[in-house]
């Protein structure tokens, strides 16, 4: 399970104070559930996914995990850009106790970048970062996926392969999903909660969470 518990975000904005971007969130997230989060651009949707993963604190509140969460899936952030691919693959082989040469196999054959795995992760184009995060998050075998919008990067086939290991070898894992699309959120979650004025209201159905979506 996943528990966010009277969860809020504040930023120090400059010349206007302090701005609260989500207010006492509280939010479950059980084994296998597939549940999309909804809102307008800077509703708050993408602060919630980073402090579900870890890679931003919460200003009060917390969040309980019982369940391995990724960091948000092509998030690129935590490479230090200086050193090669196959460093910060090393790195984070370390840091989760997996085998690296296994690892390095399978992210070189899934994130196909060649050569460039082994120059500097900064000469990589965004394209080319978001490939790479996402063969080391699949990699990764986590209870719980969290997906920010950016969920394919690449070519048709290579959009497959990702729907492939996501939606199909992973079937039974929890996904987070922020976007957009509300076709692909109808075909894939099977839960929904919207964001708006900092507030989250979880919804009885994915269609009444697109409902409510569509109007505000």
Not at 73 to 93: E, M, P, R, W, Y
């Amino acid at each position: 399970m996943i528990h966010c518990i009277d969860v809020v975000k504040e930023y120090h904005v400059a010349g206007r104070g302090i701005r609260r971007v989500l207010d006492g969130v509280n939010l479950d997230v059980e084994p296998g559930q597939k549940l999309a989060v909804l809102g307008r651009n800077g509703a708050g949707k993408s602060t919630l996914i980073k402090i579900i993963g870890g890679v931003e604190l919460a200003t009060a509140g917390k969040v309980e995990r019982t369940m391995s969460v990724s960091w948000p899936l092509a998030f690129g952030g935590a490479f230090q850009g200086s050193l090669t691919g196959l460093d910060n693959l090393k790195f984070i082989t370390r840091i989760y106790g997996l085998d690296y040469q296994h690892t390095r196999d399978f992210v070189d054959d899934f994130a196909e970048l060649g050569s460039q795995l082994a120059e500097p992760v900064k000469t990589y184009s965004s394209g080319m970062r978001a490939r790479l995060a996402f063969a080391l998050t699949i990699a990764i075998e986590f209870d719980c996926y969290l997906i920010d919008e950016v969920i394919m990067v690449g070519d048709q086939r290579f959009f497959r392969r990702c729907q492939d290991e996501l939606f199909e070898k992973r079937a039974d894992r929890a996904l987070v999903i922020v976007s957009h699309d509300m076709s692909f959120i109808r075909d894939v979650c099977d839960s929904a909660a919207v964001i708006h004025n900092s507030q989250l209201e979880m919804c009885g159905t994915v269609g009444e969470a697109v409902d409510i979506y569509n109007h505000l």
